[in-house]
């Protein structure tokens, strides 16, 4: 199915769960902030939300170092 | 009608600073007008406001405010005074934007790390050897009150997590995320765009090695939420953390913080 992530389009497989798609990306889910459909999702949430054809993510992913 | 030093004198057209300096103060030998150095000569306007100086002496809490921040754009003291600020690590970033907060007057700083200063920091983070084995907030706080005794500094030296950041941090005017780990980073944010809507936040990602300077940039996420870095460049085996880019990013989030609090956010 088609998702939007971050303004474009991508591909996500059928009902994946947030952390699921953010890990097939190469990211660890614990180092990225996720918006759902205009929506912060809270840590515990990345397992539980399901994606949806034509839903809208928003990623930010953090890398270490400071 | 005019101020020298913090007392009113009567203005005529054609009076200069040195003038005032031998009527007021005939050691004086350094002279601000409106907040800027001046030369003696300086021929002065009505309403202006001088102050005459003699470098070494005894001055008081005014005469010192006052000559702190005589290179500052006009406005901006009265601003960033009032301000409270949250920095969340005092490594490579948080050390040298409490630093430059500091020097620009911040009111008050709350710092916050659980960790003592080892010698491997050194190599960017603004402690001194004799330091080493100090705790980082008891270390900051006597270097930062060495540039500027009049800040408030408040300290937290717990390991924060996702449900005490909002605690501590919920009165600050801005939030600075200066975290190492990426895990901290995000959780940081998250409890900012959730907990903490109402507070200036300006977080960094990216910033180790010796990249080009010009790829560390500030990019916005939301009205008063910014995130500081390059995005890519990540402290690992092979690519360490040094003071010049590490401090690039450290002053862009500063920065930062500075155009939040003059509503520029």
Known sequence: MKIIVNGEE????????????????????????????????????????????????????????? | MLQVNERPCDFFPGLRLEDLARRFKPEADVFIVNGFPMPPSTELNDGDSCWLIKRGEHISFAEMEHLLYARHTPGVQGKVKESVIGIMGLGGLGSVVATALARIGVGSLLLADYDVVEPSNL????????????????AMRQNLLRVNPYLKVETFEDELTESIIPLVFKHVSVLVE?????????????????????????????????????LIST?????????????????????????????IAAHHQANQVLRILLGLG
């Open chain 2, 178 to 214: 200066c975290f190492d780990g990426a895990k901290m980073k995000a959780t940081a944010l998250r409890v900012a765009l959730t907990l903490l809507p109402e507070i200036g936040y300006v977080g960094a990602s990216g910033l180790a090695g010796f990249d080009d300077n010009n």
């Open chain 2, 123 to 138: 190599n960017r983070q603004q402690y001194f050897i004799d330091q080493v084995g100090l705790k980082k907030t008891e």
């Open chain 1, 10 to 66: 991508k591909e996500a497989k059928q009902e994946a769960s947030v952390a699921e798609f953010v890990s097939t990306l190469g990211f660890d889910p614990e180092t990225v902030v996720v918006e759902l459909d205009g929506q912060i999702l809270n840590r515990t949430e990345y397992a539980e939300r399901h994606l949806k054809e034509g839903c809208e993510l928003e990623l930010i992913r953090f890398i270490g170092g400071g």
């Open chain 2, 219 to 247: 990019r916005r996420i939301r009205p008063n939420v910014f995130i500081v870095g390059d995005g890519e460049a990540e402290a690992k085996p092979g690519q360490g953390l040094m003071a010049p880019r590490v401090g």
